[in-house]
């Protein structure tokens, strides 16, 4: 009698990338006393482990100020990350954006001579793989830097948008406009990853608009996006909900918020990017990333929609 084969279940692919990773992290404030000065400060964080790591620059948003993400820079420097969050500007006044996108230029342009005066010993940046991102206005600036509005030396090889944001409604684009309400018109030649809130187009209370309205927001960009691009949504969560708890409440009063932990935000955010920048960047096989799109529930909060074009 033949012995019937029993097939074993294939095995669950289960990602670490919401948990922080296993290298510790230093902070490291760059402001005049350093050598060569940076444009504007800079808050840096970089593993302490030697090694070689890709860079990654962060823009903020609008408003805010970059030490608001502290704990979201740490936890993706925890995984091999070197990264760079400028200071911009945080006047409630502001006619365009060029001040910022020109600033994040300058500050890219510093980093092959910056980095290496300022990053623990034995640690080396890999600036042939460097990403660009942004939340809210700063995802905004970090679109137009990559669609060439300013131009830099080093080349950008990942983009990443959280939350972005292009103005308060479609005919009030911040200048210079970005979107053009067209799909796939966003030339950015690089892998695209935008990451939504769910409530980020809710308003907090009857005297403040939404703070990412629905026509400029998060879904615009993506639609506008060229493949290979991805989108992924925290649907229970708002538009400022992966700061930092010690954020200021007369800053985060301003947009609706989730009703859950912002630790889960946080982790769902920069476990997202994790996962997309060892796709994007080269190194690593993708695993992550793919894990997360076929089995969106490993995430710590609710992923819907999630979706992807490829080609």
């Known amino acids: 009698m033949a012995t019937q084969q029993v097939l074993e279940p294939p095995p669950v692919v289960v990602t670490s990338v919401f948990q922080p990773g296993k290298l510790s992290v230093e902070m490291i404030p760059v402001d005049h006393d350093a050598l060569p000065m940076p444009p504007i400060p800079i808050l840096i964080a970089a593993p302490k482990d030697a090694g070689t790591y890709p860079v990654a620059v962060l823009l903020h948003g609008f408003f805010l100020q970059n030490g608001f993400y502290e704990q979201l820079l740490k936890h993706v420097a925890s ?14 006044v502001s006619n365009g954006d060029a001040d910022d996108i020109a600033a994040a230029a300058r500050v890219t342009d510093w980093l092959p001579g910056g980095l290496p005066a300022v990053l623990p010993a034995g640690v080396e940046a890999d600036l042939s793989r460097l990403a660009l991102a ?75 608009p939404p703070c990412a309205p629905g026509e400029v927001n998060h879904a615009e960009f993506y639609r506008e996006c060229r493949p290979p691009c991805y989108h992924l949504v925290a649907r229970d969560y708002g538009h400022l909900d992966m700061l930092d708890d010690d954020a200021p409440k007369l800053v985060t009063c301003l947009c609706k918020e989730g009703s859950s932990c912002k630790d889960v935000m946080r982790r769902t955010v920069t476990g997202i990017m994790v996962a997309f920048l060892r796709s994007a960047l080269g190194g690593e096989d993708g695993e992550d990333l793919k894990a997360i799109l076929g089995d969106p529930g490993l995430a710590p909060t609710t992923l819907d929609p999630v979706e992807y074009r490829l080609a």
């Not at 679109?143 to 948008?161: D, N, R, V």
């Open 79 to 92: 995984f091999g990350f070197v990264m760079v969050a400028p200071q911009l500007h945080t006047s409630l």
């Open 134 to 208: 942004g939340h809210s206005r700063g995802g905004r600036t970090a679109f137009a830097l990559a669609l060439g509005h300013a131009k830099t030396a080093l080349k950008f090889s990942a983009l990443i948008g959280l939350d972005p944001v292009a103005g308060t409604g479609r005919s009030s684009q911040l200048p210079p406009a970005i979107l053009t309400f067209r799909p796939s018109s966003l030339d950015v030649a690089m892998p695209v990853m935008v990451v939504g809130t769910g409530l980020g187009d809710d308003r907090a209370n009857v005297l403040f």
